[in-house]
């Protein structure tokens, strides 16, 4: 809602400008709620349950600030569960180090659409729906002139606090490789 709010404030100059990207990716779910993954990592329960995908989004500068964007998302499942997912996030960005090994990190909220209720949901909390409210929270690595840059990315699908039929959520551990198109928002 925020990202939305300032995005409104944008002049048209600033949001004709921007660059756009593509990536893939694969994750692993986990049984584990998304806190416990930054707590203590050794202690990560995985299911039988990858995912595989693409994304294709377009991020403006907000120039010191870092960055705006939005994304488009599809993704497989394999494994416990078989259905396809989309997610439409917009997201805020910090800006990119100049050093490739220093990362950026992003937050990003949108809907999560899955094409049958989650197998992993059901088992973890005894329910599912279609649609979710969807977060993820990213380190991408690499800079604005870097041609390919990896991330690493929590998936998280949520009831939001109630706000969806079932209340239920999971979480991936995402792997990924983004390519930008065209020049940089600088």
Same mark, same amino acid.
Do not use: C
């Given at each position: 809602m925020v990202a939305l709010a300032f995005s409104a404030t944008?002049? =048209?100059?600033?949001?004709?400008?921007?660059?756009?990207? =593509?990536?893939? /990716?694969?994750? &692993?779910?986990?049984? @584990?709620?998304?806190? #416990?993954?930054?707590? @203590?990592?050794?202690? !990560?329960?995985?299911?039988?349950?990858? &995912?595989?995908?693409? $994304?294709?989004?377009?991020?403006?500068?907000?120039? +010191? /600030?870092?960055?705006?964007?939005?994304?488009l998302q599809a993704l497989r499942h394999f494994g416990e &569960?078989? %259905?396809?997912?989309?997610?439409?996030?917009?997201f805020l960005r910090t800006p990119r180090p100049r050093h490739? *090994?220093?990362?950026?990190?992003?937050?990003?909220?949108?809907?999560?659409? *899955?094409?049958?209720?989650?197998?992993?949901?059901?088992? +973890?909390?005894?329910?599912?729906? #279609?649609?979710?409210?969807?977060? /993820?929270?990213?380190?991408? /690595?690499? $800079?604005?002139?870097? %041609? !390919?840059?990896?991330?690493? +990315?929590? %998936? %998280?699908?949520?009831?939001?606090?109630?706000?969806?039929?079932?209340?239920?959520?999971? $979480?991936?551990?995402?792997?990924?490789?983004?390519?930008?198109?065209? $020049?940089?928002? +600088?």
């Amino acid at each position: 809602m925020v990202a939305l709010a300032f995005s409104a404030t944008l002049p =048209v100059s600033a949001l004709a400008d921007g660059r756009g990207y =593509v990536s893939v /990716f694969a994750g &692993q779910m986990t049984d @584990n709620e998304w806190g #416990e993954l930054f707590d @203590n990592w050794g202690a !990560v329960r995985w299911r039988d349950a990858t &995912q595989v995908g693409a $994304n294709a989004g377009h991020e403006w500068s907000l120039g +010191r /600030f870092g960055f705006i964007g939005a994304e488009l998302q599809a993704l497989r499942h394999f494994g416990e &569960q078989t %259905h396809f997912e989309i997610t439409t996030p917009i997201f805020l960005r910090t800006p990119r180090p100049r050093h490739v *090994a220093l990362p950026s990190l992003a937050y990003g909220l949108g809907l999560s659409y *899955a094409t049958e209720p989650s197998k992993t949901e059901i088992a +973890r909390t005894g329910e599912s729906t #279609e649609l979710l409210a969807h977060w /993820f929270f990213e380190l991408e /690595f690499g $800079n604005d002139d870097t %041609h !390919v840059r990896p991330y690493l +990315r929590l %998936h %998280h699908r949520s009831h939001a606090w109630e706000t969806f039929d079932a209340r239920t959520g999971s $979480n991936a551990v995402l792997l990924g490789l983004r390519m930008p198109l065209g $020049n940089s928002p +600088r």
